[in-house]
């Protein structure tokens, strides 16, 4: 059975059903009791579960999420919150240094089963520290997965599997998105990470995106197919682990590929999908891998500027027009 | 008086296997038998002996870079640690941790870490887990002067006080972030001065006094456990030799050094045992025999052991 949810009401299941079901886990935040978090995700939840399994933090990003670490080390699942995923920043160290590398580094022998909520998302005008997109930093980290889901029922289902993984999971999710409806699946069954899904089905091209660049790409391919040429649409969802498998399949049957990421460009998600494209099917290319990407700049305030920055669904039908011209 | 001559014993005994650990680790790196850095705590092995000496079983303890003492203290086996350090697959962590990575959840130990202050806020999350499932265990957090400075700490001095978490700070003191003298970072004589503003119980020591040092950190844990929350305790003490092997120490004169190596803690409580005649000069010459044998034990096995597997190199990233 499913119910039309938004993105953040799907959120709040999960959390809600997974607290329910394991008294390990707990969440941490900052404003995330009363105030329900800046954007509302976990209103209610402090009610219902109590200020010690809804820990609410002072403005203290590498002190609360160094302190989950630890407790994760413990046994326990920490699910914190990060306001905006520019904050994430301030933690850098708790997740680069320590929650990614004890696994390795103390001899297999721990395991921090610890899930960072970053809310990231530009479009908005929230300026260049509250819209950038961190999750190149995190893909480019060994022992960190990265999840980035597009709609309200991956959201769930995807956020259940990163409370029940034993690894430390960030989980990138998109403010723009969080009014957005769809269907959500009842149950609490988990959305495997480290798959991809083929969100439409082409022949000329394959675009890949993530998070709201899905339906920026998806709109792209409507108005592509208006013009005869039929894009196949690839949701990565998880970052890292990278489905690549997934994209090659299709990368290989259409031959083009238009890789499509909000963030900057250098070094980022769609840079090492374009690597991997290169290395495992450049034979079957009729065209450069292109990137759709914003470019090396902060992320600026003013919308006019933002907007410009921003891959649209209109630089994404012209980058896979040209690619298909 | 005998079961407080076994204590004593104990304690000159777990002091001198570090010491002896250490020096031959000291060794082992200047002839180039082992690859890296490490970094020696020789002259302050009466904090961690102290502190670790008033834990019960289910305490906790993390330690710092500097750590082979913390982790030696709490239970550490010195052949899987030599082992470590020798990049051997039986090591702590299969060789890939060294000298400042190794853990072992069995004997308590959370972990050592080779980022200053990396280890507090582990040691305060610990401390939140054991409250959240109502463990009426404690955390001890080591760290140096230098990770005193760091934003961690104070985060996490605000942490643990605005929750009463049941953790211990342990400071040792030696007076030097590696060269930076202590004076010059901090403008407060003492660190607890500077911690008492975040609602801790504080207390400073002197750290090469065995018996202060475990009697102060008695009575932090004991406040901890019984719910005072977080306390803070400050361990004067002075590292013999320098920050690591290729510290010359042109930052401190050599009659400072003379001084503190004449509060050498080994030999402060050889001192107390002998005046106490809680022990006689033969069996603190047999203990310290048994140190020496042990770390002999420790080097053999850790000879003897296979490399680390280099075909395992990229396996257990994840679990």
């Given at each position: 059975?499913?119910?039309?949810l938004?993105?953040?009401e799907?959120?709040r299941?999960?959390?809600?059903g997974?607290m329910?079901r394991?008294?390990?886990?707990?969440?941490?935040?900052?404003d995330?009791?009363l105030?329900?978090g800046a954007f509302?995700?976990?209103?209610g939840?402090?009610?219902?579960f109590g200020?010690e399994?809804v820990?609410?933090?002072p403005?203290?990003e590498?002190?609360?999420v160094?302190v989950a670490?630890g407790?994760?080390?413990?046994?326990?699942?920490p699910?914190v919150?990060?306001m905006?995923s520019d904050f994430?920043?301030?933690?850098?160290?708790q997740?680069?240094n320590?929650?990614?590398?004890?696994r390795?580094v103390y001899?297999e022998?721990?395991t921090v089963?610890l899930v960072?909520?970053?809310?990231?998302g530009?479009g908005?005008?929230?300026?260049?520290?509250h819209?950038?997109a961190v999750e190149?930093y995190f893909?480019h980290?060994p022992?960190?997965?990265?999840?980035a889901?597009s709609?309200?029922?991956?959201?769930?289902?995807l956020?259940?599997a990163?409370i029940r993984?034993?690894?430390?999971?960030?989980?990138i999710?998109n403010r723009?998105?969080?009014?957005?409806?769809?269907?959500?699946?009842?149950?609490?069954?988990?959305?495997?990470?480290?798959k991809?899904a083929t969100?439409?089905?082409g022949k000329?091209?394959?675009?890949?995106?993530?998070s709201r660049?899905?339906?920026?790409s998806?709109a792209?391919?409507?108005a592509l197919s208006?013009?005869g040429?039929e894009?196949?649409v690839i949701d990565l969802?998880?970052l890292?682990?990278?489905?690549?498998?997934?994209?090659m399949?299709?990368?290989?049957?259409?031959?083009?590929?238009v890789?499509?990421?909000?963030g900057?460009?250098t070094c980022g998600?769609m840079?090492?999908l374009?690597?991997?494209?290169?290395e495992?099917?450049?034979d079957y290319l009729d065209?450069p891998v292109t990137?759709?990407?914003?470019?090396d700049i902060?992320?600026?305030c003013?919308?006019?500027?933002?907007?410009?920055?921003?891959?649209?669904?209109k630089?994404i039908a012209e980058a896979?027009?040209r690619?298909?011209? | 008086?005998?079961?407080?001559?076994?204590?004593?014993?104990?304690?000159y005994?777990?002091?001198l296997l570090?010491r002896r650990f250490e020096?031959?680790?000291?060794?082992l790196?200047?002839?180039?038998?082992?690859a890296?850095?490490c970094?020696?705590?020789?002259?302050?092995?009466?904090?961690?002996?102290?502190?670790?000496?008033?834990?019960?079983d289910g305490?906790w303890m993390n330690?710092?870079?500097?750590g082979h003492g913390?982790?030696?203290?709490k239970?550490?086996?010195?052949?899987?640690?030599?082992?470590?350090i020798?990049?051997?697959?039986?090591g702590?962590?299969?060789g890939r941790?060294?000298?400042?990575h190794?853990?072992?959840?069995d004997v308590?130990?959370?972990?050592?870490?080779?980022?200053?202050g990396?280890?507090?806020?582990?040691?305060?999350?610990a401390?939140l887990?054991?409250?959240q499932?109502?463990i009426p265990?404690?955390?001890v957090?080591?760290?140096g002067?230098g990770a005193?400075?760091?934003?961690v700490?104070h985060e996490?001095?605000?942490?643990?006080a605005?929750w009463k978490?049941p953790?211990?700070?342990?400071c040792e003191n030696?007076?030097y972030a590696?060269?930076?003298p202590?004076q010059e970072s901090?403008a407060?004589?003492?660190?607890?001065?500077r911690?008492?503003?975040?609602?801790?119980?504080?207390?400073t020591?002197?750290?090469n006094?065995?018996?202060?040092v475990?009697?102060?950190a008695?009575?932090?844990v004991?406040w901890a456990?019984?719910?005072?929350?977080p306390a803070?305790?400050?361990?004067?003490?002075y590292?013999?030799c320098g920050?690591?092997?290729?510290d010359?120490?042109l930052y401190r004169t050599r009659?400072e050094?003379?001084?503190w190596?004449a509060r050498?803690?080994?030999e402060l409580?050889r001192g107390v045992?002998?005046d106490?005649r809680?022990?006689?000069?033969?069996?603190?010459?047999?203990?310290?025999?048994?140190a020496a044998k042990?770390?002999?034990?420790?080097?053999?096995?850790?000879?003897?052991s296979?490399l680390?597997?280099?075909?395992?190199?990229?396996?257990g990233v994840f679990?």
């Amino acid at each position: 059975m499913t119910r039309i949810l938004s993105t953040s009401e799907a959120i709040r299941e999960a959390l809600t059903g997974e607290m329910e079901r394991d008294e390990r886990v707990f969440l941490m935040g900052e404003d995330i009791g009363l105030y329900g978090g800046a954007f509302g995700v976990t209103r209610g939840m402090q009610d219902k579960f109590g200020p010690e399994r809804v820990v609410e933090t002072p403005i203290s990003e590498a002190g609360f999420v160094g302190v989950a670490v630890g407790a994760s080390l413990m046994g326990r699942r920490p699910v914190v919150e990060i306001m905006f995923s520019d904050f994430i920043l301030l933690a850098m160290d708790q997740l680069v240094n320590h929650a990614a590398k004890f696994r390795y580094v103390y001899g297999e022998k721990s395991t921090v089963p610890l899930v960072v909520r970053a809310v990231g998302g530009a479009g908005r005008a929230y300026g260049p520290t509250h819209s950038q997109a961190v999750e190149a930093y995190f893909v480019h980290t060994p022992g960190i997965k990265v999840v980035a889901p597009s709609t309200p029922a991956d959201a769930k289902g995807l956020l259940l599997a990163a409370i029940r993984e034993p690894n430390p999971v960030i989980f990138i999710e998109n403010r723009v998105l969080y009014p957005q409806k769809g269907e959500v699946p009842e149950g609490a069954e988990a959305i495997p990470l480290g798959k991809a899904a083929t969100v439409r089905a082409g022949k000329d091209v394959t675009i890949v995106g993530y998070s709201r660049m899905v339906h920026e790409s998806l709109a792209a391919a409507e108005a592509l197919s208006t013009e005869g040429i039929e894009a196949e649409v690839i949701d990565l969802r998880t970052l890292s682990p990278m489905d690549s498998p997934h994209v090659m399949e299709s990368v290989k049957r259409t031959g083009r590929a238009v890789l499509v990421e909000e963030g900057p460009r250098t070094c980022g998600v769609m840079a090492e999908l374009a690597a991997r494209i290169a290395e495992e099917a450049i034979d079957y290319l009729d065209g450069p891998v292109t990137r759709v990407t914003m470019p090396d700049i902060p992320v600026p305030c003013s919308p006019v500027l933002e907007q410009a920055a921003l891959p649209s669904r209109k630089s994404i039908a012209e980058a896979a027009r040209r690619l298909c011209g | 008086m005998n079961l407080d001559a076994d204590r004593l014993k104990k304690l000159y005994h777990d002091m001198l296997l570090i010491r002896r650990f250490e020096e031959r680790l000291s060794d082992l790196f200047l002839k180039g038998e082992v690859a890296g850095t490490c970094h020696l705590c020789i002259g302050q092995e009466a904090v961690p002996v102290g502190v670790a000496s008033v834990l019960r079983d289910g305490d906790w303890m993390n330690g710092t870079h500097r750590g082979h003492g913390h982790f030696l203290a709490k239970g550490g086996d010195p052949r899987l640690m030599m082992a470590e350090i020798f990049g051997r697959e039986t090591g702590y962590a299969k060789g890939r941790g060294g000298s400042q990575h190794m853990a072992c959840f069995d004997v308590g130990f959370l972990g050592s870490n080779g980022i200053t202050g990396g280890g507090l806020p582990i040691a305060t999350g610990a401390a939140l887990a054991l409250k959240q499932r109502k463990i009426p265990n404690v955390v001890v957090g080591m760290m140096g002067d230098g990770a005193a400075n760091q934003g961690v700490f104070h985060e996490c001095l605000n942490l643990a006080a605005i929750w009463k978490l049941p953790v211990v700070y342990v400071c040792e003191n030696n007076l030097y972030a590696m060269s930076t003298p202590f004076q010059e970072s901090c403008a407060v004589s003492k660190l607890s001065d500077r911690v008492r503003g975040f609602g801790l119980g504080v207390e400073t020591v002197d750290g090469n006094d065995v018996l202060a040092v475990a009697e102060a950190a008695g009575r932090a844990v004991e406040w901890a456990r019984s719910g005072g929350g977080p306390a803070f305790l400050e361990c004067m003490t002075y590292r013999f030799c320098g920050h690591s092997r290729s510290d010359q120490c042109l930052y401190r004169t050599r009659d400072e050094e003379t001084a503190w190596k004449a509060r050498c803690p080994i030999e402060l409580l050889r001192g107390v045992l002998l005046d106490k005649r809680a022990a006689t000069e033969s069996e603190l010459d047999a203990i310290a025999e048994t140190a020496a044998k042990e770390v002999k034990e420790a080097e053999d096995f850790a000879r003897s052991s296979p490399l680390a597997d280099v075909a395992r190199l990229t396996e257990g990233v994840f679990e």
